[in-house]
């Protein structure tokens, strides 16, 4: 039971990951990874993680995803295709790439001799990758790399909130420039009024330069 | 199931995710290839955590999920604000950074 629902579930995972890579379509990229992020979840589930399975499902194909979806319904469908494609030698030569370190990890793994993952793993103790357990080793052992993970995620959100912010008369680039995304931009040198609160709410008058 | 399998199934699944980092121009998508590679670690660590019966992999593999989703955010706003600068949002148009 156990091998068929492994195997669906890699099937699953690998069709999501051949179609995140191969669709024109950024949109149905994404939902390709939904569609791989719930079979991975399952084969947590498998590997006895549960708690990581519901958090698979829950951060990645909830939250992120929701990003993604509107970052490409922002940006996506006005990405200008401006040049030509890569040639096919280059996707060719990407694909050569992805299949030498393919083999190369399966030496690694398979030529490692190492006994145990012939095996179906360590007896199964109850309890194990139950949420109770996650929370337990968060707050004793691993307590330190919890409390930079917080960090690091706050440290994100600002940053993104600074790099996305809008920002009125920049946008058309200086003096007939082309268009550059520059230091400046990031410290807060931009004109009187543009990029806060007030300005997104219309109630500021941008003085051009 | 042997944990040989899910390591197997792990490294096809990153090289999937490389193939597909150096192949697509479009930033979102790389970002999306970048997940994959994050997710075939994670595979791969939840793997060995069963394999040893020690729940020390699973809190990596969670630490793992939160930088994921930090360079997520930090990427697509890099990408919203290539996009409001009219800059064109294509990896190899945007040769600048690369000295």
């Known amino acids: ?209 | 199931m042997s944990i040989a399998w899910y390591l197997a199934l792990s490294a096809l699944i990153f090289g999937l995710g490389a193939a597909g980092v150096l192949v697509r121009r479009n930033p979102i998508v790389i970002l999306l290839c970048l997940e994959l590679m994050l997710n075939a670690a994670n595979l791969a660590l939840i793997g060995f955590s069963r394999m040893w019966g020690n729940g020390d992999g699973q809190i990596f593999a969670l630490i793992v999920v939160v930088v994921a989703a930090c360079e997520v955010t930090v990427g697509l706003g890099i990408i919203v604000a290539m996009h409001r600068r009219r800059l064109p949002v294509d990896v190899d148009e945007m040769r600048e950074l690369s000295g």
């Open chain 1, 1 to 209: 039971m156990s091998t068929l629902v492994f195997f669906i579930a890699a099937i699953g995972a690998l069709t999501g990951a051949i179609g995140v890579i191969a669709l024109k379509n950024p949109y149905y990229s994404v939902l390709a990874l939904v569609g791989h992020m719930i079979s991975l979840a399952a084969l947590f589930l498998l590997l006895r993680a549960e708690f990581l399975a519901a958090a698979q499902v829950i951060i990645y194909a909830g939250a992120v995803i929701v990003l993604y979806v509107f970052v490409v319904s922002y940006v996506g469908e006005s990405a200008p295709t401006v040049g030509q494609n890569p040639g096919r030698m280059a996707a060719l030569g990407a694909f050569a790439c992805g299949a030498a370190l393919v083999v190369e990890l399966f030496i690694a793994v398979l030529g490692s001799g190492l006994q145990a993952i012939s095996h179906d793993g360590a007896p199964y103790v109850a309890g194990f990758g139950t949420p109770a357990q996650i929370g337990t080793l968060l707050l004793t052992r691993f307590l330190a790399p919890f409390e930079i993970a917080s960090y690091l995620l706050l440290v994100a959100a600002i940053g993104a909130v600074t790099l996305a912010r809008r920002r009125r008369g920049l946008e058309t680039g200086i003096e007939g420039r082309p268009p550059t995304l520059e230091l400046a931009d990031l410290l807060g040198l931009r004109p009187q009024g543009t990029g806060t609160m007030h300005e997104a709410g219309g109630a500021v008058e941008v003085v051009e330069p």
